[in-house]
């Protein structure tokens, strides 16, 4: 895609990637894979399906006009992404954006993103949850927060990330908001139309929603934030590594863990419904705890 991208930012018409490939070969620039070693993890690995992943971007910023946010989300399924620029990282800010991408891609079974304030909520009120947990929750959608300082367990987006920092943000001049707003939308519909994926079968994220073909599960085009975001179910994941204090920080709360917990990932389950937090390892319950979880 990036040689594609080259083409489409200098007015050129792209060509097809195959006939990227061929001049390529020909021309022996293709470069030898590196090989990786994988090392041994206690990082629980999960049988999620239809899964986002959701991150800001920034600071950034333009001269004469000040600081400026990206928030990107992916569907891990097709590859498709939203390309949102933002003046902030404020909750109203944030819905807006994964309003539209849940109306244009489809909804999730899990939205998985990091420890950003603006993501969960108020560290004063931890079991309150920020709009956008409550949002989520309404829409039957699991929320799940990656582990603390570990920003490449959200790593499809991150990688996303770095190629549209390097490819767009960095290969272009921009005067004002408008004009950043007009080359994300650009930016965008390129990826979602030229960007080959192998884990899709070589396909782009605009090939592979076709292929999925899901019906039903996207937001009403008409659908309209309320004031009051109401839920009485559903679960909030929070991946953590337990450290010698054995100290389980759910938000800005601590919740003591048994000694055999230390130096290990745990998989807490915040259960709304019935008000309970359950802890996790290597797929065994091994702890629970009274979570009161006040209504919407």
């Not at 206690?42 to 400026?68: H, L």
Request: hydrophobic residues 35%; aromatic residues 14%; proline residues 5%.
């Amino acid at each position: 895609m990036n040689i594609q991208w080259e083409f489409q930012r200098q007015g050129e018409s792209p060509p097809e990637i195959w006939t990227i490939n061929r001049v390529i070969k020909r021309n022996k620039l293709k470069r030898k894979p590196v090989e990786r070693v994988e090392k041994a993890s206690e990082y629980p690995i999960q049988g999620w399906c239809r899964v986002q992943q959701m991150d800001f971007v920034g600071p950034r910023y333009i001269k004469n006009y000040g600081r400026f946010y990206w928030l990107n989300i992916m569907d891990l399924d097709m590859h498709k992404v939203g390309v949102y620029p933002t003046n902030g990282k404020s909750v109203n800010q944030i819905l807006p954006c994964i309003v539209r991408f849940w109306q244009e891609v489809g909804i999730p079974d899990y939205l998985q993103m990091d420890n950003e304030l603006s993501f969960h909520g108020s560290n004063r009120h931890p079991h309150g949850f920020g709009r956008v947990i409550r949002f989520a929750l309404s829409q039957g959608v699991t929320v799940i927060f990656i582990p603390v300082q570990e920003p490449w367990r959200n790593g499809v987006i991150e990688k996303f990330n770095d190629t549209f920092d390097k490819k767009f943000f960095r290969k272009k001049t921009f005067n004002d908001f408008e004009s950043i707003v007009k080359g994300s939308q650009e930016f965008m519909d390129f990826h979602n139309e030229h960007h080959r994926y192998a884990v899709i079968g070589n396909r782009t994220p605009n090939q592979e929603c076709v292929r999925l073909s899901r019906s039903g599960y996207f937001l009403s085009s008409e659908y309209k934030l309320p004031k009051i975001l109401e839920y009485e179910e559903g679960e909030i994941i929070l991946v953590r590594f337990i450290r010698s204090d054995r100290k389980l920080m759910i938000f800005s709360e601590v919740f003591l863990l048994p000694e055999e917990m230390v130096y290990s990932y745990v998989t807490a389950i915040i259960v709304v419904k019935i008000h309970r937090l359950k802890v996790y390892r290597d797929g065994r319950q091994v702890v629970e705890f009274n979570y009161q979880v006040p209504s919407a």
